[in-house]
């Protein structure tokens, strides 16, 4: 599997980005995660879809409100809205997709990632 991501760039405190990430290969969980520098990385937001199912998704309490996972089937192409961005939200976004259904909000949780897309909210 491999990912393509793109979507970043600088914004203005409060306006917004949307990020995206096409995969090849079969998944079944995608999820976005994001490294500030001297930080860890952390979670950011998770989907999961079966061939029956509706998808699922979860967001880290820290954009809850602000942003949105989604998922385009056909393209297979993940996209994280983001509003009402903030300074704090400054990172290198990476994507990540793995073939177990389920959520997950966890590094362990994907096999496959992407290379970074830097995200830059100024003041």
């Known amino acids: 599997v491999q990912l393509q991501a793109s979507g970043g760039g600088l914004v203005q405190a409060g306006g917004s980005l949307r990020l995206s990430c096409a995969a090849s290969?079969?998944?079944?969980?995608m999820g976005w995660f994001r490294q500030a520098p001297g930080k860890e990385r952390e979670f950011v937001a998770t989907i999961s879809w079966g061939m029956w199912s509706r998808a699922d998704t979860r967001l880290a309490s820290s954009v809850t409100g602000r942003f949105a996972i989604s998922i385009d089937n056909a393209k297979k192409t993940v996209y994280l809205q983001m509003n009402s961005l903030k300074p704090e939200d400054t990172a290198v976004y990476y994507c990540?997709?793995?073939?177990?259904?389920?959520?997950?909000?966890?590094?362990?949780?994907?096999?496959?990632w992407g290379s970074g897309t830097q995200v830059t909210v100024s003041s």
């Open positions: 290969g079969r998944t079944s969980r």
């Open positions: 990540a997709a793995d073939s177990r259904l389920g959520l997950g909000d966890s590094s362990n949780d994907y096999n496959y």
